[in-house]
């Protein structure tokens, strides 16, 4: 096997450290020696020799190109200064990101903002015992004696206060395991808790908290504080120095944590590898939801055998998604050299290994390296930044904003962004203090009404069920937050003030907070994914095709008219090359925003263009085909043109669509197309199943992906839009076709492409429909038809016809009782009340499409 690619994406992806100390001064008390060993005292003496002293000590010389002694690495390290080895350590790493827990008393050590200077973000870990033994070193104000209720409202209140914000607080810590062990006990009674406070505070200051009672007690509250926020708890487990009674610190013990209802859904992380624990720690992050892994300290303290004696343990069991990264980092810039050089050492091993045993494939170990290093921690924490798969630190993007959380002063405007029912892009624009403030944990109010507007009318639709009564909370989803770049804004704007930026947001509609409403396009999309992950333990990934014009600005007759910037054909290189600057900044911005283009190019109709991006899972896919738009439009615009997606702009000309590639996954694995040369059409049955279900019920799916009047000028026989109710294998001309792309062995099909979807639609209600059908497929086994070789239009009288008009859809749809079942009956009357009134419009204004380019 070639290993190659896979040492590539080990030794090239920029890492995120998610846990690690503050570096002390050079003339610190705490000495060099003391960052290879977790030993103190007479048995510090034996550190040098341990294997992983000698390696470490080896390494660290090389770095510095000096003699491999101690003695001269720290002669080197005197006469360099501290920003100098850090500044190497640090480039040598190539870390983007570290989360420092600065509870760890050390001497000399240097705050948080001093780290910014080697590592472009940083973000703060606070440590709840420290939080809780600082408040206690306090005389209160009116001198008074402590109480627990005293000292628990003051802890909350100091919680509350901290901006849980950019470089502040990303997430909590917990070293109970140093103090009383892990055994927590969630339901510790106030009478042991307010005796075991008054058992610390007799002891006098500095105040230490070693009573179990009490300490179960700060714990408990702190992970209701952690859901409250919603902060990830890292929690110290395994190994540490000899403070610590290794027999307590086994994760096995948080099992009344684990399993205590009202922690759910906290993300806790056990640090360490849980090292000697790493097969238990393994089996926990495999069967509780909430429970992450975190191998810093592990490595780079252990031998080398051992380090990856212990990863391989804790992928034994662990979902590759639940493993992350760190240094452990401390004291010196060196540990975080070591912790990555190590790290990227061990996990190619690892990754190789498991590919050789035929655990993985190369390419899933890629994506495992990837994930691990960097994109689990990024999702853990919700780290907003764009981190390079393959490439060097200078090419981490320059904007890093904790995702979710508060921006830096530059940025003065959030815009929450939703898409309604007809498919058209909203936006509530709220400045950063009160986005950070309230609207991220309360939302913003919208009324009913706003699922119930069509494409000409700013008001509910008859027949919707949704009025102006009533209000919703517009409420963001943290995870989809990013800087939009400068040139969405207006020139006029930056001109006036250039430090400004804004920031954007994809929003989820909740009747109040955590109670999702369930005319919700997104969480429609999630409920419907549910289904059929939970029976058919599938999940389907998309990947988006977007045609659009690009429109420019003429008058006639001392009218505006928009007309189409070219004449060019298919492919031209002179059409692309009359926009080749626009397509640069679109790639670019869509690559700040994680977004994948896979290629692009002009389309057959004049001023016509397509962009196809990568596919993933279903619902990224939604959000990142929304954000394509919002991109194009705005680069487009700042160039003095118009983008539409509009399916027929002209009646005279060709539509534009939106096609849609959909594959099948199971467990990292494509199982659409078939494991073996058996299948009849190179799919494997399940993807037979679910596909014969999406043409069987396409006729109503279509009040979906072509959801109006307009998208039937361009459903047409002879354009490449599929007209007839078939499939086809590469033809173009069918609406459902199986392709096989390149690196794809012949004979099997990897996904198929939805031609009859457009830009009007809404793409996570769209996504939810074709879920439904293919759930129908599967559950009754539906086979399809023979495909067609031919032009269907050549067929005519053979083939069905699939709707000639909304009105058409619209009924198929009213007659479906399964996509009624699996979408959910109340969303099912608002769109059908938004597409009658969208036909009833339409139909008495017949010029009114020609508006859609400045809606879609």
């Not at 492919?571 to 900044?585: D, K, L, R, W």
């Not at 738009?629 to 005279?652: M, N």
């Not at 490449?720 to 109710?725: I, R, V």
């Amino acid at each position: 096997m070639e290993f190659a690619e896979l040492r590539e994406a080990v030794e090239k992806t920029e890492l995120v450290d998610g846990h690690a100390h503050n570096i002390v001064a050079l003339d610190s008390a705490f000495a060099f020696i003391n960052s290879f060993s977790e030993a103190s005292g007479d048995a510090l003496a034996y550190a040098p020799h341990s294997l992983s002293f000698k390696r470490n000590l080896r390494n660290i010389a090389e770095l510095y190109g000096c003699e491999s002694s101690l003695q001269a690495v720290e002669e080197h390290r005197r006469s360099s200064g501290l920003h100098s080895i850090s500044s190497v350590c640090f480039e040598a790493a190539n870390i983007s990101a570290v989360l420092i827990d600065d509870g760890l008393k050390l001497d000399k050590k240097q705050d948080i903002e001093w780290h910014k200077s080697f590592v472009p973000f940083v973000g703060r870990i606070l440590r709840i015992e420290t939080l809780a033994e600082e408040i206690l070193d306090q005389d209160k104000s009116n001198g008074s004696p402590w109480t627990l209720d005293i000292f628990i409202e003051t802890f909350l209140e100091k919680l509350r206060s901290y901006p849980f914000i950019a470089d502040k607080i990303v997430g909590l810590k917990s070293i109970a395991a140093y103090r009383s062990g892990l055994e927590i006990n969630t339901h510790v009674t106030k009478k042991d808790a307010e005796e075991g406070l008054a058992e610390v505070l007799r002891a006098g200051k500095p105040v230490r908290i070693t009573n179990k009672s009490l300490i179960d007690c700060i714990f408990t509250h702190s992970l209701e504080a952690a859901v409250s926020f919603d902060l990830p708890l890292q929690i110290h487990t395994g190994f540490g120095d000899k403070d610590l009674d290794l027999r307590l610190s086994n994760p096995l013990h948080l099992r009344t944590v684990l399993e205590d209802k009202r922690f759910s859904k906290c993300r806790l992380v056990l640090l360490h590898a849980s090292y000697p624990f790493s097969k238990e720690a393994s089996y926990l992050a495999s069967v509780y939801q909430q429970v992450y892994l975190d191998f810093g300290l592990a490595v780079p303290k252990l031998s080398f055998h051992g380090m990856i004696s212990s990863i391989k343990e804790l992928l034994e069991l662990a979902p590759v998604k639940k493993v992350m990264f760190s240094t452990d980092g401390y004291a010196s810039p060196e540990t975080y050299y070591l912790g990555a050089k190590r790290t990227r050492e061990v996990l190619f091993s690892v990754l190789r290994d498991a590919c050789i045993d035929g655990d993985l494939s190369v390419a899933e170990a890629i994506e495992a390296a990837k994930d691990i290093c960097a994109r689990n921690a990024i999702h853990f924490y919700k780290i907003n930044f764009d981190v390079k798969s393959f490439g060097s630190k200078d090419n981490v993007h320059s904007n890093f904003v904790k995702k979710g959380t508060d921006a830096p002063e530059d940025v003065s405007l959030v815009r929450i962004i939703w898409v309604d029912a007809s498919g058209q892009h909203r936006c509530r624009v709220v400045p950063t203090k009160r986005f950070n403030d309230v609207v991220t944990k309360n939302g913003v109010g919208l009324t009913f009404a706003c699922m119930g507007m069509t494409s000409a009318v700013d008001g509910p639709a008859d027949e919707t069920n949704l009025t102006g009564t009533g209000e919703i909370r517009l409420l963001p989803d943290l995870s989809t937050k990013f800087r939009i770049p400068c040139f969405i804004i207006s020139d006029v704007t930056l001109f006036l003030n250039r430090e400004k930026q804004e920031e954007m947001v994809l929003a989820d509609m909740h009747l109040k907070p955590g109670e999702a409403w369930e005319y919700c396009p997104r969480e429609a999309l999630r409920r419907v994914s549910k289904v059929l992950k939970e029976e058919f333990n599938l999940v389907l990934n998309a990947g988006f095709e977007n045609e659009f014009y690009l429109l420019k600005s003429v008058q006639s007759e001392g009218k505006e008219e928009w007309v189409p910037i070219d004449s060019t054909p298919y492919c031209s290189t002179a059409g692309y090359n009359a926009v080749a600057p626009i397509f640069h900044e679109v790639v670019a911005y869509l690559h700040s925003l994680n977004i994948t283009v896979e290629q692009l190019h002009p389309e057959a109709g004049k001023g016509q263009f397509e962009t196809a991006m990568g596919h993933t899972v279903c619902t990224s896919a939604a959000d990142n085909l929304i954000y394509t738009r919002e991109v194009i439009r705005a680069v487009a615009r700042k160039h003095g043109l118009l983008a539409t997606f509009a399916p027929k702009y002209a009646l005279d000309d060709l539509g534009s669509g939106s096609h849609v590639h959909i594959s099948l996954w199971q467990n990292g694995e494509n199982v659409f197309m078939a494991s073996d040369g058996s299948s009849r059409h190179g799919m494997s049955d399940a993807g037979e199943e679910f596909m014969a279900g999406v043409l069987y019920h396409l006729p109503s799916i279509l009040a979906f992906t072509a959801s109006v009047p307009n998208s039937y000028d361009r459903i047409q026989p002879n354009t490449w839009s599929g007209a007839y109710q078939c499939w086809g294998k590469e033809n173009r001309e069918v609406p459902l076709r199986t392709a096989c792309p390149p690196g794809v062995r012949d004979g099997l099909v990897s996904n198929f492409e939805i031609k009859s979807f457009d830009g009007c639609a809404n793409p996570h209600l769209s996504l939810a429909a074709i879920i439904a059908g293919g759930i129908d497929g599967l559950r009754k086994h539906l086979r399809l038809p023979e495909p067609i070789d031919a032009n269907p239009a050549s067929l005519d009288g053979k083939l069905k016809r699939l709707p000639v008009s909304l009105s058409e859809s619209l009924e198929a749809l009213r007659k479906d009782d399964v996509l009624h079942d699996i979408i959910g009956e109340k969303l099912l009357v608002a769109i059908k009340g938004v597409r009658k009134a969208e036909i009833d419009y339409y139909a008495k204004n017949k010029d009114a499409y020609k508006q859609l380019i400045h809606r879609y």
